[in-house]
């Protein structure tokens, strides 16, 4: 399988506040970092199988620290069309998931969305982030 066929759209939205202010600080923007664990050399999980996905948060050098409030995780198989929830447990790093694969070969996209205790969130969508197959 070719690799141009996963991750072909990234969409991140951040909501933040900002105002002016007399020397440079860096804005409390925050992205999700996802590790799967089970997949092949080419990013696959067997059709039907359960993929583990730790993941965390990395904020931007030099922001504001807050601390970052339960995070939403949802995977779709139909390529956005709809989404359904995954089950998320805190680790002391991050969080883990256990995503259930389709029985048949495809393409999973995640959406996670994150909101801190000063208000900050983000949402990021990973279209076809894994392949099934």
């Not at 002016?20 to 804005?27: D, G, I, V, Y």
Request: glycine share 6%.
């Amino acid at each position: 399988m070719p690799h141009s066929t996963l991750s072909t759209k990234v969409e991140s939205t951040w909501t933040f506040r900002s105002a002016s202010t007399a020397k440079r600080e860096a804005l409390p923007l925050t992205a999700v970092r996802f590790a799967p664990q089970g997949l092949d050399e080419y990013n696959r999980a067997k059709p039907g199988s359960s993929t583990r996905l730790p993941f965390w948060i990395e904020r931007n050098p030099g922001a504001p620290a807050a601390a970052v409030k339960p995070i939403h995780l949802q995977m779709s198989v139909d390529d956005g069309a709809t989404w359904r929830d995954v089950r998320v447990r805190a680790k002391s790093s991050g969080w883990t998931a256990q995503m259930t694969n389709p029985h048949t070969a495809g393409f999973v996209s995640l959406r996670a969305t994150s909101t801190d205790t000063a208000g900050n969130s983000v949402s990021q969508t990973i279209h076809r982030a894994c392949a099934v197959g």
